[in-house]
């Protein structure tokens, strides 16, 4: 297992689309694995696998809440509920955060690491995260959807 390099703001591969995984291989565990590591070093709640550099549809997620982690690969949002508006940052974007409406509820299908089919009915924050991480998938990031006036830039020197 390693700590992979976050791509950040700039970095052309982010606007990229990832293709879906066709074979969930070594390469991909491995993946997974290393994702997991650096989604925990970052303190981050979702990491797609754009963000280090590799453009395949694998999302990890951890809302730190018992032992609740997620490995979505080929992930789908099949149905969207309510709206939620929420504060939102990205590991691509460190010290910018802003304002963005979300579904407050989704449904999402996808395969885990063991190549089984699963659906997830999720509300709140991992509903916000698993949006989050399909818009990377998909070369979409929350710095363009963030409500007009709402982005703050943290400057972490000014503590």
């Known amino acids: 297992m390693a700590i992979r390099t976050i791509r950040e703001e700039g970095d ?3 606007r990229k689309k ?7 291989d070594e390469k991909i565990l491995e993946l997974i694995e290393d994702m997991k590591e650096t989604l925990k070093k970052y303190n981050g709640v979702g ?4 963000q ?3 453009l395949k549809r694998v ?4 809302t730190y809440e ?4 997620f490995v979505l690969i080929n992930p789908e949002i099949t149905k969207t509920k309510g709206e939620q508006t929420v504060e939102e940052g990205c590991l691509s974007f460190p010290n910018k955060f802003g304002k963005i409406v979300r579904p407050a509820e989704i449904t999402v299908k996808a395969l885990n690491e063991k190549g089984e089919k699963i659906k997830l009915v999720a509300k709140g924050l991992l509903a ?3 949006c989050h991480e399909v818009d990377h ?3 979409e990031l929350f710095i363009d959807k963030i409500i007009p006036g709402s982005l703050e830039i943290i400057n972490p020197d000014e503590k």
Do not use: P, R, T, Y
């Open 12 to 14: 052309d591969i982010l």
């Open 18 to 24: 990832s293709k879906n995984v066709e074979l969930i």
């Open 47 to 50: 990491l797609a696998a754009v």
């Open 52 to 54: 280090v550099g590799v």
């Open 59 to 62: 999302v990890v997620i951890d």
């Open 66 to 69: 018992e032992g609740e982690q």
């Open 128 to 130: 916000q995260a698993v």
């Open 137 to 139: 998938l998909n070369g």
